[in-house]
């Protein structure tokens, strides 16, 4: 099963019951957690886990989209950045906690959105 052509089908079938689909979409809150029962410890002495990033949409009450990922093989940043490259999210506040501030996340002019002198 190709699960990146499944989430994209559920993605695109959530915002397709949204009356007004993603047009309406005005702000979008992100958040990662950790799946129980997940966390194994790693050789070094830290710990290796199965986590999932959500976008949801406060104000139409759905989660849009979401992905899980292994750590070991990437983290919330990249994952939150597909997400939201999948999106044509103009205009639209994305809220997300302070993970997502580090300089690496804002590096892309994409994130940035207009600057102005």
């Known amino acids: 099963m190709d699960v990146a052509a499944l989430c994209a089908a559920i993605r695109d079938w959530t915002i397709a019951q949204i009356p007004g689909g993603a047009a309406d979409l005005d702000q979008?809150?992100?958040?990662?957690?950790?799946?129980?029962?997940?966390?194994?410890?790693?050789d070094g002495g830290g710990s290796a886990f199965i986590a999932q990033v959500t976008l949801y949409s406060a104000a139409l009450g759905v989660a849009i989209s979401q992905a899980c990922y292994?750590?070991?093989?990437?983290?919330?940043?990249?994952?939150?950045?597909?997400?939201?490259?999948?999106?044509?999210l103009e205009g639209v506040v994305i809220q997300a906690d302070a993970l997502h501030t580090q300089r690496p996340f804002f590096n892309s002019s994409r994130s940035r959105g207009p600057t102005s002198s």
């Open 28 to 42: 979008l809150v992100c958040d990662g957690k950790t799946l129980r029962g997940s966390i194994e410890p790693t």
């Open 70 to 88: 292994a750590t070991g093989e990437n983290h919330e940043r990249a994952v939150l950045q597909k997400l939201l490259g999948e999106l044509d």
